[in-house]
Structures are given as structure tokens and as C-alpha cells.
């Protein structure tokens, strides 16, 4: 029963693996059709988000089902519940890749505001926080999980820049450029809430470790 | 035991009731800081944000010991897992309510852009959401549910009206009225977010009670 159990387990890591590398290619193809102008490539990922809400209902009833069956107690409890909530952010960030995607249907036949440099830029530190903060479960490393919370404030701080500039250097400058602006900025917005999903589950990560509640907004 | 176990709930119910209301009251304080331009009020809520982020950690605390110690299975299962994922949900609504306590934090200083109308109303559907998705859950009620997320086409209308006018009216015409849009602009997003999460936990619901994948996104 034990060996069977683990087996189980193994594949809950694979689902979860899969759903967080189906995440990670949604924020990059995001990105990639904001870069390209590429409606298509957009409307394509929209349509696409219903895979993985499928595979999100499936890590959840896999979840329940070995509570069920095994009925596991104490750490493996703690580790499944734990990957249920996981398994809740990641599908909440693929809902924020769709979101970038409808902020890019909404530019796509306009002029780009400025070269993108920065919004990238963002969007590569919310990919490696995704699998840094999914690597620190499966690994039980909590001194990664602290390392995904460190790079928090990184992201913020390119949010906020991003922002300013947008509103300072463009939208107060010429309210022409306001339709375009706001959709840039709320793409920076979403892609700084997908890195707060990803301290979400590193707090998990952490709490189901250690039992420390770590809430990183209030230590940063 | 069977009669403990149901004690147990009914102390689950009570904890996520509370849960409920602090995130419904959190709602109407950040609106009534922003209607007031209070920034003692805005501050206090932001402050009190931890005592939600306790009462959570409580609530998923309670799940894994119900589960621990009584290894439910089938039904009181699945409502337990539930009742995780829509503690989950009520903590991000009480962030979103943070959020729009530091928008108005960026506003408190400034003239008012225009009188507030829309906003108070939106966040009354959102309030209203809240507590209909909570009294679904725990009645069990998907009718319920499933008004909850017809509500939300009303709630992305009212945002998209809100967001509409903002731009065409005032952030489009006058580059001096950028600054004060924004926040008003984002807290509408913060709202219709907050229904958003409302929405999940009528899916969670329906999914629990009837065992259907509701993704009222592809539906409405």
C-alpha cells in the first residue's frame, strides 16, 4: 500500500509539473503575441485555457480521490491539501495569461506606444518565479520558497516603474496615447499579480514545511 | 463520533460565516475610504488585513484536522476540500479590497475626478456576491450558485461602463486627469475581480453538488 501511495504521488508531481509548464508557456505565449502584434497567436491562447482548466479539476479530484483511498495523515495530509492550493494559483495565473492576452486584442490594431523592453523583462521573472516556487514543493525547499518571496519585491519594483513611466512619460503627457497606455499598464499589473500567485504557494511551500506562517508583504 | 463530526462542521460553517463578513466589511470600508477620502480608514483596513490572513490559516488548519481525524469520505470529503479552496477565494477578496484601500491612498490627496456613482454600486453587487456564493456553499444551493454567476455579466458591464467613460470623458480629453483615473480605473478592476472570485466559488458549488464543470466564462 505504501510503495503504491508514493507511485500515486509521483503522479500528482507529474500533473502538477505538466500544469505548471502549460502556466509558463501561456505567460511566454502572452508576451510573445503582445510583442508580435500577433491577434492569432492571442485569440488562440484564450481559446486554450480551457486544457488546463480541465487539468486543474483533474490534480483537484486526483487529490481528493488519494485522500480518500489512502487516507493519509499528518505530512502526506498536509502535502496534498498543500498541492490543492497550488494547484488553485496556477490555474488563477493562467487566468491572468488570458487576461494579457485580451489587453493585446485590445492594442493589436493600434500603433505600439514605445519599444518593449521592460514588460519582457517582467515576464521572464514571473516565469522563473513559477517554476522556482513549484520546484521548492516537490523539492519540500523552503530556502527556495524564501527566495521565490525575495524576488517579490524585484517585481514590484518593475511594475511600478513600468507604470510610472507609461503615466508620466506618455498618458499625462498626450491623452492621445491613453488607450493605449492603460492596456500596457494593466499587462505589467497582471503579470506582478502572477508573481504574487507565485509567493502564494511559496508561503504554502513554507507553511507546510516548517508550520511558519509566513506572510512576505509584511517582511519586505 | 457521527454526531461530533457534524458539530464539527456546523464550527466550520460559523468560521467561514466570519470569514465572509470580515471580507464583505472589508469591501465596504475600502469604498467608504474612498467615498470619504479617509486616509485613517484606508490605512486601518490595509492594517487589519492580518486578522483575515489569521482566520484563514485557522479555517484550512480546521480542514486538514476534520480530514485527519475523522477521514471523511465521498460527500463530507469533497465539502471539506471545498470549503479549502473557497477560504482560499475569500482571502484574495479581502487582497483585492487592500488593493483598492492603497488606490485610494494615491487619490487621497487629490481633488475628486468626478462624483462617485458607479463605483458604490458596483461594490454593492460585489458584496452581494460574496454573501450569495457563501450562502450557496453552505445550503448547498446550486440555484443560487448559478445566479451568482449570471450576476457577473452585470458586474463586467458596470466595469466596462465605468472604465469607458473614464477613458473617453475625462483621461482622453484632459492628460491632467491621468493620475486621479487610474486609481478609479483599477478599482473598478478590483471589484469586478472580487465578483470574479465570487464566481469561482459558485463553480466550486455546482461542482461539488452536482459533480459538473461549470466554467460560466464559456457560457454567459
Known sequence: MERHFDEELNELYTYLLKMAS??????????????????????DLINSDAEIDELE??????CVDLIARYQPVAKDLRFIATAMKINA????IADLAVDIAQRVLELVDKP?????????????IAQRMVSDSIEAFIKRDTDLAKRVLASDSEADKLRN??????????MSVDPKTVDRGIPLLLIARHLERICDHTTNI???VIYMVEGKIVKHKHLY
Open 22 to 43: 502549460m502556466v509558463q508557456e501561456a505567460i511566454s505565449r502572452s508576451i510573445e503575441s503582445l510583442k508580435n502584434n500577433d491577434r492569432k497567436m492571442a485569440e
Open 57 to 62: 479539476i483533474l490534480i483537484d479530484d486526483k
Open 89 to 92: 494559483e496556477l490555474e488563477r
Open 112 to 124: 505600439l506606444l514605445k519599444p518593449l523592453i521592460d514588460i519582457p523583462k517582467l515576464s521572464v
Open 161 to 170: 516603474y513600468i507604470a510610472d513611466e507609461l503615466v508620466r512619460d506618455y
Open 202 to 204: 511559496a508561503e504554502d
